[in-house]
């Protein structure tokens, strides 16, 4: 029996989060090049975070005269400010996690659900989810 999606969870041994790392970078190296210069994953407990980084769009007339940064200093901030993706949510099996979708709305993960209409699915659909961030 699943436990709650929300909730709960068992600490990702170091094995399992290679792996996922792994098919993470895979996945998405498959099917998102170009898309972003490139992903992080951090793990804590029970949690999987994947963020991206992206070359920042940019006008060639920005910034404003009065804008209190440079183009540069600006180019850099943006270039080195994550972009949050999702938060995985562990339950003991590599191929069933729960996801969070990152909401900027709300600055906070949210459940979500999979395409197959389940709260369950595997590392390489949570990032195909919130690849929706890298387009």
């Known amino acids: 029996m699943k436990n709650d999606p929300n909730s709960g969870g068992v600490k990702i ?8 790392k ?3 970078l895979d996945y998405a190296a498959a099917n998102y090049a170009g898309k972003y210069t490139r992903l992080e994953l951090r793990f804590r407990s029970q949690f999987c975070y994947i963020d991206a980084y992206k070359e920042p769009d940019c006008p060639p007339d920005f910034p404003p005269k ?10 850099e901030r943006m270039r080195n400010s994550p972009i949050h993706l999702c938060r995985l949510r562990y339950f003991g ?8 979708f990152y909401t900027y709305s709300n600055e906070k993960y ?4 999979f395409k197959n209409g389940s709260f369950y699915g595997t590392p390489e659909q949570a990032f195909a989810i919130s690849a929706m961030y890298l387009q």
């Not at 041994?13 to 996922?20: E, F, G, K, L, S």
């Open 13 to 20: 041994p170091p094995a399992v989060q290679q792996q996922v």
């Open 22 to 24: 792994q098919r993470v």
């Open 66 to 75: 009065d804008f209190p940064v440079s183009r540069e200093e600006y180019l």
């Open 93 to 100: 099996d590599a191929e069933s996690w729960s996801l969070g």
């Open 110 to 113: 949210e459940l979500c659900m």
